[in-house]
DNA sequence: GAGCACTGC
């Protein structure tokens, strides 16, 4: 969100000197500022369609236990219900509303937002709470959250006490976590209902006892039932969802009340093809150049697959550029996908120059993650890559499918946003009625281990008996209960096995690493482990440009290992820890602690740059990497470093990797040794043309060709050695 | 010698 500053002069070569005489000079208009903001936030808040329906929604919360909501983009509902209900009394005792959502970042700016519109100071009556980042108090009443953090809450508190109301926002998004959620969201509700209404029989019983008159029985009963509504009242829960189609919520939650509530979008003209494109590509870069010779100012929200799809386009528009007259050249191309350094990905916010238009070529990042001001034309082919998962061969791939109604939708409602828009579907009217209407939940193509582990912590133990909104399929289950068996994760009557399925459940991993942290205790080789998995936990560290992959090539050959992935990842951790801890020798001790986090974090980016490294994946997995460190130390395990003596590591890895064995074959590929199938290392591996002849893997992808990714040599009879369970009973 | 959308604990 680009903030007031932002807008102002920039001028980077200003000096310290001058900072202050401006802030000085700032304030008076400041002041104003600050009341002519409220007003506006006030007049903005009263025109929003939600505002008119106030009074009904609130006596609709009160009536029902379960409301659906469904609101269109724009009326409001995420920032304004919430502050409704609080005003209307539904935080009694101390009780919070908790609203989730499924990132990040939303949780975070509307909290912002709303703490505004409420005067108060966030972290106070308005917070977030979201992994890494607490921003909430004992005074906070409304607080914003990632469903995943709610999940883990549970696992904490399962009655989830502390709420009154749940608000599940953009339920139609249908992630894993808020699918999970809503199961056990009806779980918890049935169970503090029923605990209300037992805590009455057990009086009802003790007042039958006495010899009190009937009428003083009532009044008791009924002033118990009060007190225990006070201490724990029933859960309110809201479901909020963008899709019109709110009768699966509403079926789920028994016949449970949906309202709709109008959205504010300008309008947007939606055209079609007349035929089937059999090139999108070609398409796409056709109607780009359609629009900017002959369509009015605006810029334009290009939807492609993935990178490599659109560092294609960026070249293809450039080449057609050069053949067009001067004049017509004013057009600026803008890439954004997620693994592109966060310093470019800014690039989509910065207003193209002067009588140039824009073209910002995305993924779906587009979609819902980023919102690009100034859109004015949205062209989508109507294809997303998409993660779709194996059970049988326990393997993951990445497809390109045609995207859903509701995508389609989504996509585009990006070029409405200021003003009335166009959209450009690739595809004729009739293949628009043929796609499916939602995205398929992400629960029936995942992999369930840690859906299942978390369950399990949670006491639901007939995981197929589960009341899922939608049941992802029973191979799916049942091969994921065999994985967490074979991790030690489960008894032999599927229950949590005590401490290590206990100790798995507490740690915010994949069941696979968590394994690996327990039994790098016993290897004395945690420090490192505990290094290994949280780089292996982010997105890829090694950044590889295009146009610079020789460089790139050249930079890593300084951190790699020969024994593999795993150790390579360890070296680049630690250099980047020796960089910090020598500057923290070099700066002595500073008063202003602020002052050497800011220096710290641009030296780290500098080196980043330098040697080819993703630094916000690194900053992700340094933060993971203390977070892990504080869960293990409470768990008692003994943090020790096998120092040189990388065998040890390898050892532990091949001790907890075993379902991820690939063996050698004559030919030069490999057989992953659980499932039969034939691949091949990833060339990005440090042991790509390596001839290794046994190999412990991270990931099995599918994608070209069906790839290994970071793995490390390890010596095949250790896995009979260390996985006998496994590798003696295959015989 | 390939290329990987997006979230999240």
Redesign the pocket.
């Known amino acids: 969100m680009p903030s007031m500053e932002q807008n102002g002069p920039r001028n980077t070569t200003q000096t310290r000197k001058q900072k202050p005489v401006l802030k000085l000079s700032n304030q008076p208009r400041g002041a104003a500022d600050a009341i002519s903001r409220r007003e506006i936030v006030k007049k903005q808040r009263e025109s929003l369609p939600i505002a008119s329906v106030k009074e009904r929604l609130v006596q609709e919360v009160k009536d029902h236990d379960v409301l659906i909501i469904v609101g269109e983009t724009g009326s409001g509902k995420t920032t304004q219900l919430p502050q409704f209900l609080f005003n209307a009394g539904f935080c009694p005792n101390g009780k919070v509303i908790g609203i989730t959502q499924?990132?990040?970042?939303a949780a975070v700016t509307v909290a912002k937002r709303v703490a505004e519109e409420c005067g108060a100071e966030l972290g106070q009556k308005v917070g977030y709470s979201?992994?890494?980042d607490d921003k909430t108090s004992s005074s906070t009443r409304i607080k914003y959250m990632?469903d995943?953090?709610l999940?883990?809450e549970a696992l904490l508190d399962p009655y989830l006490s502390r709420y009154s109301v749940i608000i599940v926002d953009e339920a139609h998004e249908r992630?894993?976590?808020t699918d999970v959620l809503l199961g056990l969201l009806k779980n918890v509700q049935r169970a503090r209902l029923k605990s209300v209404i037992d805590h009455a029989v057990v009086n009802n019983k003790k007042a039958s006892n006495g010899i009190t008159k009937e009428e003083e029985k009532g009044a008791e009963l009924t002033n118990f039932l009060k007190q225990c509504q006070r201490k724990f009242p029933p859960l309110k829960l809201i479901i909020m969802s963008a899709s019109l189609d709110a009768r699966l919520f509403s079926e789920y939650f028994g016949g449970a009340r949906a309202v709709h509530v109008e959205g504010r979008q300008h309008h947007v003209d939606i055209f079609y093809t007349l035929h089937a494109e059999t090139d999108y590509v070609d398409a796409a870069l056709i109607t780009i150049f359609q629009i900017h010779l002959e369509e009015g100012p605006g810029d334009i929200l290009v939807f492609l697959?993935?990178?490599?799809e659109i560092e294609g386009v960026e070249r293809l528009v450039q080449e057609q550029l050069q053949k067009l007259p001067e004049e017509s050249r004013k057009l600026v191309t803008v890439p954004i996908?997620?693994?592109l350094p966060s310093e470019q990905q800014m690039r989509v916010f910065m207003p193209a120059p002067a009588g140039h238009r824009k073209v910002i070529l995305a993924?779906?990042?587009a979609e819902t993650?980023v919102t690009i001001p100034g859109i004015k034309y949205v062209i989508d082919p109507g294809f997303?890559?998409?993660?779709s998962y194996d059970p049988v061969k326990g393997m993951e791939s990445?497809i390109i499918i045609p995207t859903s109604k509701a995508q389609a939708l989504q996509r585009s409602g990006r070029a409405g946003r200021e003003g009335p828009g166009k959209c450009f579907r690739l595809y004729p009217e009739s293949e628009f009625e043929k796609l499916e209407d939602s995205t398929k939940p992400e629960i029936k193509r995942c992999n369930l281990s840690?859906v299942i582990l978390q369950l399990k912590a949670l006491g639901v133990d007939d995981i197929i008996g589960f009341d899922f909104l939608e049941k992802p399929s029973r191979a799916a289950i049942q091969k994921s209960l065999e994985e967490l068996f074979l991790l030690g994760a489960l008894t032999d009557d599927c229950k949590l096995s005590d401490p290590v399925g206990h100790q798995m459940a507490r740690l915010?991993?994949?069941p696979i690493y968590s394994k690996a942290l327990i039994l790098a205790s016993q290897f004395n080789c945690l420090e490192e482990m505990l290094i290994a998995v949280s780089m292996l936990?982010v997105?890829?560290i090694f950044y590889?440009p295009?146009e610079k992959?020789e460089e790139a090539?050249t930079a890593k050959k300084c951190f790699a290992s020969p024994d593999g992935d795993h150790l390579t990842l360890i070296n680049v951790y630690r250099a980047a820890d020796e960089l910090l801890q020598k500057r923290r020798m070099e700066l002595g001790i500073e008063k202003n602690e602020k002052n050497i986090k800011g220096k710290n974090e641009k030296i780290l980016r500098k080196w980043c740059r330098e040697n080819f490294i993703n630094s916000r994946s690194l900053r992700h997995a340094c933060d993971i990497h203390s977070q892990i460190r504080g869960h293990v130390e409470q768990m008692g395990l003994p943090i020790s470093s096998c120092g040189d003596d990388t065998l040890q590591f390898r050892r532990c890895l091949a001790a907890s990797f075993f379902l991820n064995a690939a063996l050698k074959q004559p030919e030069g590929t490999y057989r992953a040794l659980a499932s039969g199938q034939v691949v091949q290392i990833?060339?990005?591996s440090v042991l790509?043309?390596s001839k290794v002849q046994c190999v412990i893997f991270d990931e099995l992808?599918q994608?070209?060709?069906k790839?290994i990714?970071n793995t490390t040599r390890i010596d095949y009879l250790w896995l009979t050695e260390l996985a006998p369970h496994y590798y003696a009973m295959q015989g």
Request: net charge positive.
């Open positions: 499924p990132r990040r970042v979201i992994r890494f990632t995943g953090l999940l883990r992630t894993v976590h697959t993935g990178q490599e996908f997620s693994s993924t779906n990042i993650s997303i890559k998409a993660r990445l840690n915010p991993l994949d936990s997105e890829s590889n295009r992959s090539k990833h060339p990005t790509h043309q992808v994608t070209s060709q790839y990714r």
